[in-house]
T-cell receptor
Framework: QKEVEQDPGPLSVPEGAIVSLNCTYS??????FMWYRQYSRKGPELLMY????GNKEDGRFTAQVDKSSKYISLFIRDSQPSDSATYLC???????????FGSGTQLTVLP | GAVVSQHPSWVICKSGTSVKIECRSL??????MFWYRQFPKQSLMLMAT?????????EQGVEKDKFLINHASLTLSTLTVTSAHPEDSSFYIC?????????????FGEGSWLTVV
């Protein structure tokens, strides 16, 4: 079983749609949960960061963590063409600074 | 602005030659930096942990003699791909964090595209 599972997509939605991206993980030691956005040929950019179960909202983005199910989600409301990118879930444990990434979901928002 | 800088952004080299990629933390000192590799349409895979003043720690399956890592100062780590081959062509990314702070203080460089011809 992979440590992190993420549907690679590609996912294509019309502008204004709500996007749901998901990851499951198996490592109980993971304590910090992140979502990164990566544009083509660029380094990843941190979008959301959380360390507890529940929801965290930042503008159009909502991160959801369910530790009991080992499942995290990222919701994008009112999606824009500029949101077209690859979205990566990432995990780390304790004070560690190295990340374990999901495979990434390629999202295209059509105007 | 960027707090972790990588150089070069892209490089093309001939098979059999060596290439050096630099990773610098601009606003903080980092005793540890991390090197990742990303093949097209795949995720980032941790290659090694770069430790200032000591040997790097390599992930399973990563050849330490091929990917030389030097962390000579608190703000600079270098990755040298020795005797590069076309299969080493990839996107190499580093990350660094200040000594204090949570997971939201993990900063990535802009990445370096390596093409070996």
């Amino acid at each position: 079983q992979k440590e992190v599972e993420q549907d690679p997509g590609p996912l294509s939605v019309p502008e204004g749609a709500i996007v749901s991206l998901n990851c499951t993980y198996s490592n109980s030691a993971f304590q910090y949960f992140m979502w990164y956005r990566q544009y083509s040929r660029k380094g990843p950019e941190l979008l959301m960061y959380t360390y507890s179960s529940g929801n965290k909202e930042d503008g159009r983005f909502t991160a959801q963590v369910d530790k009991s199910s080992k499942y995290i989600s990222l919701f994008i409301r009112d999606s824009q063409p500029s949101d077209s990118a690859t979205y990566l879930c990432a995990f780390t444990s304790g004070s560690a600074r190295q990340l374990t990434f999901g495979s990434g979901t390629q999202l295209t928002v059509l105007p | 602005g960027a707090v972790v800088s990588q150089h070069p952004s892209w490089v093309i080299c001939k098979s059999g030659t060596s290439v050096k990629i630099e990773c610098r933390s601009l606003d903080f000192q980092a005793t540890t930096m991390f090197w990742y590799r990303q093949f097209p349409k795949q995720s980032l895979m941790l290659m090694a942990t770069s430790n200032e003043g000591s040997k790097a720690t390599y992930e399973q399956g990563v050849e330490k003699d091929k990917f030389l890592i030097n962390h000579a100062s608190l703000t600079l780590s270098t990755l040298t791909v020795t005797s590069a081959h076309p299969e080493d062509s990839s996107f190499y990314i580093c990350s660094a964090s200040p000594p204090t702070g949570g997971g939201n203080t993990i900063y990535f460089g802009e990445g370096s595209w390596l093409t070996v011809v």
